[in-house]
């Protein structure tokens, strides 16, 4: 059983990626734009890793969103 937050979590990775998507960028261009590497970027689109309180403001920024 997931727990509220987890299945919140499980949720913005997928908004995530769509919103990256909707933007036309690759994991790559939003992760250079926040200083990190690719594969951190993906870790938050696959829900196995969550951004920073800092980061999540540098997102919604970087995808207008």
């Given at each position: 059983?997931?727990?509220y937050f987890e299945e919140k979590?499980?949720?913005?990775?997928?908004?995530?990626?769509?919103?990256?998507?909707?933007?036309?960028?690759?994991q790559i261009d939003v992760a250079?734009?926040?200083?990190?590497?690719?594969?951190?970027?993906?870790?938050?689109?696959?829900?196995t890793k969550k951004p920073t309180?800092?980061?999540?403001?540098?997102?919604?920024?970087?995808?207008?969103?």
């Open positions: 059983n997931l727990n979590w499980m949720g913005f990775s997928e908004r995530l990626k769509e919103s990256r998507k909707q933007a036309r960028l690759r250079e734009k926040l200083g990190i590497s690719q594969q951190a970027y993906a870790s938050w689109e696959r829900g309180q800092e980061n999540l403001v540098k997102i919604a920024q970087i995808l207008n969103v």
